[in-house]
């Protein structure tokens, strides 16, 4: 299983995090004034978050040394949330693979005792930025990251993918499956599959549809134009 959600305390004297640079790892995006909500617990203080091509690093900015980091790889969903039903602000929802147990029992009650087993067991992350109208920009720097982080046990079938649909009510996310939704939670569409395009981008694919869908028309119309002719 991808690593799980963990502390993360390798912190640089000018308070930014050290990268593995030595597996190529590079920072790709930094907002300030960033909140995130672990589980169902209230949002930390706001602090710094990093995104790099191989991870999402948190680092608070009121309890220095405190931070939480996750791989992309254990990212497995992630989604524009802005149904202040669902959630009182907008945010970056994640879902992320989690060791056996709930967020219940990763000490939801009593979030200032969390442990490391604990934080293992978090399979949710919402990020509350400081400005939300940059949380279409985050998630499309997420869906890069993503694609440098493929799953290598993903089959490449069209599943587990996830977009943007700009027509949807209030900007949010529809889901297919619908045993997968939660209503608390945001909604999502199945589409293309985060970090595996087979090859094509989303431009493309969509285009593709389209063709497709030209094509079956034409084949109505030649088929209804057939049987009237007889």
Not at 16 to 32: F, I, Q, T
Not at 55 to 78: C, M, P
Not at 216 to 230: I, K, T
Request: net charge negative; aromatic share 8%; glycine share 10%.
């Amino acid at each position: 299983m991808a690593p799980v959600l963990q502390r993360f305390t390798d912190i640089a004297g000018d308070g930014a995090p050290r990268l593995d640079a030595a597996s190529g790892e590079e920072l790709v995006r930094v907002d300030r004034a960033a909140s995130v909500a672990l589980g169902r617990r209230s949002p930390e203080p706001p602090g710094t978050l990093f995104i790099t091509t191989r991870r999402v690093i948190w680092l608070s900015e009121a309890e220095k040394g405190k931070g939480y980091a996750v791989d992309f790889l254990a990212i497995s969903l992630h989604a524009v949330s802005r149904d202040l039903e669902a959630y009182p602000s907008p945010c970056l929802y994640t879902q992320i693979e989690a060791e056996v147990g709930t967020d219940e029992e990763a000490g939801e009650s009593n979030p200032e005792a969390i442990d490391d087993l604990e934080l293992s067991r978090v399979s949710e992350m919402r990020i509350i930025l400081g400005d939300p109208g940059q949380l279409d920009a985050l998630f499309d720097v997420f869906c890069h990251c993503a694609e440098l982080n493929p799953d290598p046990n993903a089959e490449h079938n069209g599943e587990n993918g996830w977009f943007h649909g700009e027509d949807m009510a209030d900007g949010g996310w529809v889901h297919g499956d619908e045993d997968m939704l939660d209503e608390n939670g945001p909604q999502f569409f199945n589409a293309n599959p985060i970090g595996e395009n087979g090859g094509y981008d989303l431009t493309h694919s969509v285009f593709e549809l389209q063709i497709n869908d030209q094509r079956f028309e034409d084949a109505d119309e030649d088929q209804e134009s057939h049987e009237n002719g007889h």
